[in-house]
């Protein structure tokens, strides 16, 4: 079974300061992992995504993850917040189907990031 | 190319009724996923569909179900609503290969009263 833990319901920056937004998940195969922000009454935008290629990850809007296995984390990180990061953040895992379908997405209960001026 | 597009956006909807959502995936994907969004339970995975088969099913009562047309197009029914349904139903499209990821529409907001 996966899991997807991620640290912090909440998390405040400063506009300018670094974010850093933690998930570490459970999985018994090489997983597919997945950020995506959520802004209200919208539906989910993929930022970024780990499918085992390189483990440095770049996104959209300047963000970016690391893979660690050995951690089995993959935070996400932006160096400087702009007040539009403003959000909720999701961390997501599949196993896929065996390199057919991505199969069911695992989601951790999401992160909402306030950007103070 | 045109996003994920579900309808309605919104819907009220009277204990025990039922209702269908749909959903049409990014044009080329042929696998649509559907979620369920509260705020006591977070995003649970429905089902997932592909070249219309069920590939997927989360746990969740019958009342839930599910189809994909030939064209990839979905629709999700729930039948005999209960106030716990109220949510965003949130569907999701996705290349063949598994790694490309889930695009997600705007979701349709249901309520039930």
């Known amino acids: 079974a996966q899991s997807v833990t991620q640290l912090g319901s909440h998390v405040s920056v400063s506009e300018g300061a670094l974010v850093l937004l933690r998930c570490n998940y459970s999985s018994s195969v090489p997983p597919y992992l997945f950020w995506y922000v959520q802004y209200p009454n919208q539906g989910l935008q993929l930022l970024l995504k780990y499918t085992s290629a390189a483990t440095l990850v770049k996104g959209i809007n300047g963000f970016e993850a690391e893979f660690k296995k050995s951690e089995t984390s993959f935070h996400l990180t932006k160096p400087s917040a702009h007040m539009s990061d403003a959000a909720e953040y999701f961390c997501?895992?599949?196993?896929?189907?065996?390199?057919?379908?991505?199969?069911?997405?695992?989601f951790g209960r999401g992160t909402q990031l306030t950007v103070w001026p | 190319k045109a996003g994920v597009t579900q309808t309605p956006r919104y819907l009220i909807k009277t204990r025990g009724q039922q209702v269908t959502l749909s959903c049409s995936p990014i044009?080329?994907?042929?696998?649509v996923s559907w979620y369920q969004q509260t705020p006591g339970q977070g995003l649970q995975f429905l089902f997932e569909y592909f070249s219309e088969t069920q590939r997927n099913k989360g746990n969740f009562p019958g009342r839930f179900s599910g189809r994909q047309f030939s064209n990839s197009r979905s629709e999700m029914n729930v039948s005999t609503l209960e106030l716990g349904d109220s949510a965003l139903y949130l569907c999701?499209?996705?290349?063949?290969?598994?790694?490309?990821?889930?695009?997600f529409g705007q979701g349709t907001r249901l309520t039930v009263v």
């Open positions: 044009s080329g994907h042929r696998s």
């Open positions: 997501a895992v599949s196993e896929g189907n065996r390199g057919s379908t991505l199969g069911r997405l695992y």
């Open positions: 999701a499209s996705s290349p063949e290969a598994g790694g490309g990821g889930a695009f």
